[in-house]
C-alpha cells in the first residue's frame, strides 16, 4: 500500500508543484507586462509631437512591446519606436504604426 502511494502520490505532487511555479511565472509576466506598457506610455506621453491627432496604442507580451497606429509622418513612427526600445524591461518591439498622408 506504501509503494503505491508513493508511486501516484510523488508524481502528482510534482506535477502540481509544477503548475502552481507555472501559474506564478505567468502572473510575474503578465504584472511586468503591464508595468512596461505602462512605462511605454508614460515616456511616449512625454514627446509632445506623438501627441493628438496621432494615434497609438501599446500592448506588451513577454516583454515584447507591439504599435499600432497612426501618425502623420515617418519621424514620429521612429520616435515611438525609439521611445518603446529605450524602456527598461522591453526585449523587442514591433513597429506596426502606419503613416496617414
Do not use: W
Request: charged share 15%; aromatic share 2%; hydrophobic share 45%.
Amino acid at each position: 500500500m506504501t509503494n503505491s502511494k508513493l508511486r501516484f502520490g510523488f508524481p502528482l505532487a510534482v506535477a502540481l508543484a509544477t503548475a502552481s511555479a507555472a501559474a506564478v511565472a505567468q502572473q510575474a509576466t503578465v504584472s511586468g507586462d503591464a508595468q512596461i506598457k505602462a512605462n511605454v506610455v508614460k515616456s511616449l506621453d512625454r514627446h509632445p509631437e506623438l501627441r493628438a491627432p496621432n494615434l497609438i496604442s501599446v500592448q506588451t507580451r513577454g516583454g515584447v512591446v507591439y504599435l499600432n497606429g497612426q501618425v502623420s509622418a515617418g519621424q514620429q513612427s521612429a520616435t515611438a519606436e525609439t521611445v518603446a526600445e529605450r524602456t527598461p524591461g522591453v526585449t523587442r518591439v514591433v513597429n506596426s504604426i502606419s503613416i496617414s498622408r
